[in-house]
């Protein structure tokens, strides 16, 4: 009987040990942590909205890290290769990415995606950049009055160029679209700047954008604001009306952060998450994000998963209402 007894002391002795062991691996793992590039995915080309602000913020953190941050973009699908390549990325802290919502959220809702919203660990969301319908600054409309009723008046002949089939971008123009009663063609593009080199060529009438990627062309008279999807006006032009003002109930915008794969270890989301931070709130990241006209907000891991849980219930019912959800 003493002698089990031993035994199974000796046993317990053992795996306390080995438990401790592992812990103190682990925690010399994060200690250590980055050993090597941190590969930043980016689902959009390069010189879109997304890219920039990448660009500008990994910059600033370069000072934080031990090691590169290598942003890798991988355009396609709106988004959806460059999310997949994340999502199924080794959860090690080496590969992190940024994702955009709702495309994040709005793509695997609408289509047979690899990922959802629980494919990814939030670490912190960087922008919120509102959206504007835009038009050309020498364009005949003036108001987002004059647009709906020429498209009244020219069923289906107004074209609006977004980001993608189902991508934030066109979500937003088809809710207004359906709230003011009009019917107009959606064309989709591969990103941001196609869209935008498709309204200022005059290829399209109008286009649904991010804030962020439309004020020096509207500052310089090239593009115009008819109202922005936003609950209050823009700080940065206070004359543009809201589209709540004018009777359609249709707020949208694009907030865009960093993730990591699904099992990546909390002690790694923190040392991203803190380095990011800091890096966000230095000076001179705060000027050079002012210079391009990117919208800062902060979130932290666990505040940004909420925000994400509730785009995901939001963005069901209103494409629902649209006719954008997967058929199963």
């Not at 913020?57 to 290598?70: G, N, Q, R, T, Y």
């Not at 802290?93 to 289509?111: D, M, Q």
């Not at 709230?179 to 591969?190: L, N, T």
């Not at 210079?291 to 494409?319: C, H, W």
């Amino acid at each position: 009987m003493k002698s089990k007894i031993l035994k199974v002391l000796g046993t317990m002795s053992l795996l306390v040990a080995f438990m401790a062991c592992g812990q103190e691996k682990e925690a010399e793992k994060v200690e250590s942590y980055p050993s090597k590039n941190i590969n930043v995915i980016v689902a959009y080309k390069a010189g879109g909205g997304t890219d920039i602000g990448a660009r500008i913020l990994m910059k600033e953190a370069a000072s934080e890290f031990e090691k590169p941050l290598v942003i890798i973009n991988r355009p396609g699908a709106d988004g959806q290769l460059g999310f997949t390549e994340l999502s199924k990325a080794k959860p090690d802290g080496y590969t992190i990415g940024f994702i955009n919502l709702p495309n994040y959220v709005s793509i695997s809702l609408t289509r047979n995606a690899q990922f959802d919203k629980d494919s990814i660990i939030p670490i912190i969301n960087y922008v919120y950049d509102q959206g504007v319908f835009v038009v050309r600054g020498d364009s005949k409309w003036n108001t987002i009055e004059e647009f709906v009723n020429d498209a009244k008046e020219n069923v289906n002949k107004l074209t609006i160029s977004n980001n993608g089939t189902g991508a934030s971008n066109h979500i937003g123009a088809a809710e207004f679209s359906n709230q003011a009663g009009i019917e107009v063609k959606h064309i989709p593009f591969g990103g941001s700047s196609d869209m935008l080199a498709a309204l200022r060529g005059g290829h399209v009438d109008a286009t649904v954008a991010k804030i962020s990627e439309v004020t020096s062309l509207v500052k310089s008279g090239e593009l115009r604001i008819l109202a922005s999807f936003t609950d209050k006006r823009l700080e940065t032009f206070k004359e543009v009306p809201t589209l709540t003002e004018k009777g359609y109930e249709v707020i949208f915008g694009s907030a865009r952060g960093l993730a990591a794969p699904k099992g990546t270890s909390d002690e790694v989301i923190k040392v991203l998450h803190d380095k990011f931070k800091t890096s966000m709130e230095s000076k001179e990241h705060i000027e050079a994000a002012k210079t391009a006209n990117l919208p800062i907000y902060y979130m932290g891991s666990q505040e940004y998963r909420e925000f994400i849980d509730n785009q995901e219930k939001s963005l069901k019912v209103s494409l629902e209402e649209l006719g954008f959800i997967k058929k199963k």
